[in-house]
């Protein structure tokens, strides 16, 4: 097959949708189909986009983001007469499709689309209730972990010693990650345990939330801003860290973050939501919490307790390598694909 993926962004940016895009895409060029990405984000100028589409002539459009990709993805799809398919993602479910002045637009794609991927049943079900007569139309297809590495001796690159205990918050810094959460408790433990360390890496994605986290960290010497990390130096980081921080808002299903953190073995701190309660069981494979007490109660526990850290890794690693293989994702998108082209494009985009 010759498959077009549209996406807000493409590697090396290190933007979940982004990580996901390229792990599709090589799983898919390894079983010998011909793949192109079309970053949004590596278009300047829009105009051109439709015509490297049309002149690749693809068999599938697949866009990630129905928000930004939509239009194009429609649009395409209906020039050159293929299917349109589209992954859901958190901010599309979890936000705009609530947002009274972007609603339509994702409805409007969600319709005239021929198929639609949710990462887990908790966003189909979110999806249907809203709108019953995406039934049908909806496939659920569990993210999986594609992380490569650059080894580094990064505890000596951050100063870092043996004895510090590192929290690490792998995420573009967005009001939707609520970064800042998570430092007042912090600093209190900080207080009663001064090997605790904090680092931040991830793009800044929303100037202001930016600007705001830099500001709460600025001359602290126990948290530490790392920038925009590439992708592979960011899984060869898990190696070297002791618990791994989600506290969004909202996740569409599963976040990459935390799926590599536990493919490395490395203890998970999640905000209770219902994108994290698809990966993670409390108390078994992470912990997850409801609350800024329950934050800090949870994460003074991983402080003192190292054999907990060690266990909750293991049971971590485990869970991702019995439960997430990758041959089964692309497996799952191939035969997506394959049902698309057989049921033809009548009545779609």
Not at 121 to 128: G, M, N, T
Not at 208 to 232: F, K, M, N, Q, T
Not at 330 to 346: P, S
């Amino acid at each position: 097959m010759r498959i077009a993926l549209i996406a807000p962004a493409s590697h090396p940016s290190v933007r979940g949708n982004a990580i996901t895009v390229e792990r599709i895409a090589s799983g898919l060029r390894q079983r010998g189909h011909r793949v192109e990405i079309y970053s949004l984000e590596a278009f300047p100028d829009r105009t051109v986009v439709p015509g490297a589409i049309r002149a690749f002539g693809p068999n599938v459009l697949h866009g990630f983001h129905a928000l930004a990709t939509g239009d194009l993805l429609l649009t395409e799809a209906r020039e050159v007469g293929v299917p349109a398919l589209v992954t859901i993602t958190g901010t599309d479910v979890n936000h705009d499709l609530f947002d009274p002045e972007r609603r339509a637009k994702v409805v409007d794609v969600l319709k005239r689309a021929q198929g639609i991927v949710a990462f887990h049943a908790s966003i189909r079900e979110k999806l249907l209730k809203e709108m019953p007569d995406l039934d049908g139309k909806i496939r659920i297809i569990r993210q999986t972990v594609a992380c490569g590495e650059k080894p580094g001796d990064y505890r000596a690159r951050w100063g870092l010693a043996p004895r510090h205990i590192i929290f690490f918050f792998a995420a573009g810094i967005r009001k939707v990650k609520n970064l800042p959460f998570c430092l007042p408790p912090l600093t209190r433990l900080h207080a009663r345990h001064p090997d605790l360390r904090v680092l931040y890496a991830g793009p800044i994605l929303e100037e202001d939330e930016g600007a705001r986290l830099l500001g709460l960290i600025a001359g602290s010497e126990w948290v530490r801003y790392l920038g925009a990390v590439p992708h592979e130096e960011i899984c060869s980081m898990l190696r070297v860290v002791d618990v791994v921080v989600n506290s969004s808002l909202s996740e569409g299903g599963m976040s990459n973050a935390l799926l590599e953190a536990m493919s490395r073995g490395v203890a998970v701190l999640a905000s209770d939501i219902e994108g994290n309660r698809s990966i993670i069981v409390d108390e078994l494979d992470g912990l997850l919490f409801a609350s800024e007490v329950d934050f800090e109660r949870k994460a003074e526990r991983l402080i003192l307790d190292p054999d907990m850290r060690r266990r909750l890794g293991r049971q971590a690693q485990t869970k991702i390598e019995t439960e997430f293989p990758r041959e089964r994702e692309i497996d799952a998108y191939e035969a997506f694909y394959r049902d698309l082209l057989d049921a033809g494009v009548e009545g779609g985009a």
